[in-house]
């Protein structure tokens, strides 16, 4: 990408949309459009169109998408895939049609199947079985935008990559406890623990290990992929971590450590997930914050910024 090329990105309100803005126009990039939904509805397809063949986008990061976590996508599994499913073919057709020179989608770690207990996940494995069913509507619809963008590859020798993105956090995430995803639902958790003086309860007993990658790390990587990668990748810091190391480390910067109540009543998850993330190192890039730099600049970002924080 050329500093004057026009960059679309969707899904610009996002924590991955906003955090990207910012970190390209960081990197001189002065033509970058982020469309609302009331600029743009991307469940409309004459909208997407009018929209892409007006501004004609040398580069599209795919960002956007219709995603609320485990206890959301488990209770709207039909609307998950609908409304994904529209803003993806949308999206990637009307890349075709603008001749766009190449697409970076957001997939997710989702998609995956099962995995085998202890073995990190390749792109090889993303058609080796069905989602885990608490996901299954939101993953199927990101499997399919993968077949549209194989297809118009194959067809139109259209250039895309596809990241099977893991656990983001990080400045303008969505904070809710009911159905936001983990690391932003125990931010919120904490720090309204901290100011009650409430217990602060968190299900199974932290054991489950996931990959959380920061935001910023995330920026960069994008920007890796849409210069040097093309297909499948994992977007990942290929270094899992316990669920309970997380709470620790919120915990202790918040000086709460007393108030933390394991409920093991509750499932805990899948016991392990992984991510071979080979294609993405030998493409140069390295991730720079770790568990324990990123979680306290998140709680800090949340607890100066909790007026205009995302819910």
Known sequence: MQPDDTIVITGGSGLAGVNLREYLQSEGFRRILAPTSKECDLTDRQLVLDYFTRHKPDYVFHLAARAQGIMGNIRNQGEAYFKNTLINTYVVDACHVAAVKKIVAMGTAQMYPEPEPGVPLTEADIWKGPPHPSEYGYAQSKRGMLAQLQVYESS???????????????????????????????????????????????????????????????????????????????????????IRDVVNILAEHTGIQDQVVWDTSKPSGVAFRAYDVTRLQTAGFTCQSTLEQGLPETYDWYAKNISMARN
């Open 156 to 242: 139109y020798g259209m250039r895309y990559a596809l990241a099977f993105c893991v656990n983001l956090y990080g400045p303008h995430d969505r904070f809710n406890t009911e159905t936001g995803h983990v690391i932003p639902s125990l931010v919120k958790k904490f720090h309204d623990a901290k100011a009650t003086r409430a217990k602060v309860t968190v299900w199974g007993d932290g054991s489950a290990h996931r990959d959380f990658l920061y935001i910023k790390d995330c920026s960069r990587a994008l920007h890796t992929i849409m210069e040097k990668i093309e297909g499948p990748v994992n977007l990942a810091t290929g270094n899992s971590r316990k």
